[in-house]
């Protein structure tokens, strides 16, 4: 029996849910959903929703809030108090001030010997060790993937496909809206506040566009594999962070004129005990790994003492995709 127990219904919620029906031939038979979990309440049915109805209903755009199981009294605290789950999927919204709601959700799920798979960046960037260490005494999995590009493998490049060597550097292009502002710059020979305008228009750069373009969402994806990778602790505000806010038209035109690209880029160097951190456009050529992660794809690139160096590229950036990486990590846990 596999049950699982979904918080968090936004896009990505209801991609996952989607997949569940997609990809049913490659679940256990016996898999149910139980519990659609938002932060006004739930749908829940101990016998298991119906998927088909739920991706039906939700394609409608109807609202879950007006389904017929619906009920404003279903919360988290239904999950623990019954006892009939084995998988949370958390996906409630990224919180990088205190991890919440998604860090208690976590915490109390990993100590009730439920399984988690999130995608949920806040809790893992400030309590990694210790939720790890939850899941690693309970005997469950902690499963993180999607929070470090989406659809792209890093974590599991980084750690399972690694195993045996020492990385000693990691580098990341993991923002596909700065790489998007960036190239429209060069291709439309306009401003930058003229390209962010128009990703802002075509709806890939948010109305506060602040975390993608000051270099935080890189900073927050590289800080989290660093602490994955290296089994290390820091403090986040204290990392050198820069966004691209004053990256110049005249400069983006000279350096692809010579055939070179600006990126935001991420680098984290650990050797010997020494962590090294910095996030900011970075001007690379054509011989570095990350020179044509171009558009919504990331890329990371991992140095390492005895695998040589692997990069890995792609992970195009939709609620689909996203959904995809949460998908692959249940697929671990079964």
Not at 226 to 244: A, H, N, P, Q, R
Request: hydrophobic fraction near 40%; charged fraction near 25%.
């Amino acid at each position: 029996m596999l049950n699982i127990a979904l918080v968090g219904f936004g896009e990505v919620g209801k991609s996952f849910v989607k997949l569940l029906q997609i990809k049913k031939h490659l679940l256990p038979k016996n898999m149910k959903l139980k519990y659609i979990i938002k932060s006004n309440g739930g749908i829940y049915d101990k016998d298991g929703l119906n998927i088909d109805e739920i991706v039906k209903y939700t394609n409608s755009n109807n609202n879950i809030e007006k389904h017929a199981l619906w009920s404003d009294d279903i919360s988290f605290k239904d999950i623990l108090k019954n006892k009939d789950v084995d998988v949370l999927v958390e996906l409630t919204s990224t919180n990088i001030v205190n991890g919440e709601p998604g860090y208690t959700h976590i915490k109390c799920a990993l100590e009730n010997k439920i399984n988690v798979v999130t995608g949920n960046k806040g809790p893992i960037l400030l309590y990694y060790h210790e939720l790890k260490n939850i899941a690693n005494k309970n005997n469950v999995y902690l499963k993180i993937g999607c929070t470090t590009g989406g659809a792209l493998p890093s974590v599991n490049v980084g750690t399972i496909d690694s195993l045996g060597a020492q990385i000693t550097e990691i580098i990341g292009v993991l923002n596909g809206t700065t790489n998007f502002i960036l190239e429209e710059m060069i291709k439309s020979n306009i401003t930058y506040k003229e390209a962010l305008k128009r990703a802002q228009d075509l709806k890939i750069a948010e109305k506060d566009p602040s975390l993608d373009v000051l270099g935080i969402d890189t900073a927050i994806k590289m800080a989290i594999l660093s602490k994955v990778i290296w089994d290390i602790d820091f403090e986040f505000d204290k990392l050198d962070i820069k966004g691209i806010t004053d990256v110049k038209l005249n400069n983006l035109l000279l350096e692809n004129f010579s055939g070179k690209k600006t990126k935001l880029v991420g680098r984290a160097f650990y050797l010997n005990g020494n962590f090294e951190f910095e996030v900011g456009p970075m001007v690379i050529d054509k011989d570095h790994p990350l020179y044509f992660v171009d558009g919504k794809n990331k890329g990371v690139y991992y140095k390492t003492d005895i695998l040589g160096d692997i990069t890995v590229i792609g992970g195009a950036s939709s609620p689909l995709n996203a959904a995809a990486a949460i998908f692959r990590d249940l697929l671990y846990i079964i």
